[in-house]
């Protein structure tokens, strides 16, 4: 299973900025997928999640009403649209995945997801 995250970029506070996370290998709708992020000095932390099929989704706090996690299993593809964009949410972002059985489960820490992508880095100035 390989994933790919992709979408990064350098933007101004209050402006939005779409993630995705394509999924290889496997069919995306066996995983829960999440949404991590990590800045320079700090551990990577819990941003979304979304159970397979879509119907679950959990965000960390300070993402709440600004983040939306989706998927599409037919495209094999997972989003993360961030909206009003802070300069405290510059980071590298990680998408991951957990296979389960489950189709409502949903997972937010960092230790239970099994497969993880590179990383894509997303700059927002003030």
């Known amino acids: 299973v390989q994933l790919q995250a992709f979408g990064g970029g350098s933007v101004q506070a209050g402006d939005s900025l779409r993630l995705s996370c394509a999924v290889s290998?496997?069919?995306?709708?066996?995983?829960?997928m999440g949404w991590f992020r990590q800045s320079p000095g700090k551990e990577r932390e819990f941003v979304a999640a979304i159970s397979r099929s879509g119907a679950n989704t959990r965000y960390v706090d300070s993402a709440a009403g600004r983040f939306t996690i989706s998927r599409d299993n037919a495209k094999n593809l997972v989003y993360l649209k961030m909206m009003s964009l802070k300069p405290e949410d510059t980071a590298v972002y990680y998408c991951?995945?957990?296979?389960?059985?489950?189709?409502?489960?949903?997972?937010?820490?960092?230790?239970?997801?099994?497969?993880w992508g590179q990383g894509t880095e997303v700059t927002v100035s003030s």
């Open positions: 290998g496997r069919s995306a709708g066996s995983f829960v």
């Open positions: 991951a995945a957990e296979a389960t059985f489950s189709t409502l489960q949903v997972y937010t820490r960092r230790e239970t997801y099994d497969y």
